[in-house]
């Protein structure tokens, strides 16, 4: 069971939604990126992905996109101290509230942590916290 939130985790930090927003808000360069995440206490995960600016929600992102459906929030706001992300959706018949604030910028590399919260518990588990880095490499091959 952890393997698998593990798993779904990672899917949800390294994926695009389906849904769009506006470029500039919240949205990733567009090209390949070289994402990093670590659940804590476990291994960390690298994938590269392909992003188009265009429909690239990093809020949503981070709260799982991949396995998830019916976000009724998505937002990111930029201050002095970073990139603060959040995210509400579904996964199952459970709520996720995915919280955290990334450094960097998403023109050329972030990273920061991302806590996600499951109400009700998803695989006996409340709360997951990520360390997450993302790497621009260029265009997309």
């Known amino acids: 069971m952890q393997k698998l939130l593990c798993l779904t985790t990672m899917l949800g930090l390294l994926t695009v939604p389906a849904f769009a927003t506006a470029a500039g808000d919240g949205a990733r360069k567009s090209g390949e990126w070289e994402i990093s995440a670590t659940v804590k206490g476990q291994s960390t ?3 590269k992905v392909c992003i188009d600016s265009a429909s690239d929600d990093i809020a949503a992102a981070a709260g799982g996109s991949a396995v998830q459906s019916g976000c009724e929030e998505s937002s990111t706001d930029t201050g002095a101290q970073g990139i603060a992300i959040r995210s509400v959706c579904k996964q199952g018949n459970s ?3 995915a919280t955290g604030t990334l450094s960097g910028d998403l023109e050329t590399a972030y990273q920061g942590v991302i806590v996600k ?3 009700p518990p998803l695989y006996g588990r409340t709360e997951v916290e990520s360390t997450v880095e993302g790497r621009y490499l260029g265009n997309c091959p």
């Open 117 to 119: 919260r499951y109400s």
């Open 95 to 97: 709520t996720v509230t």
């Open 45 to 47: 995960f690298t994938s």
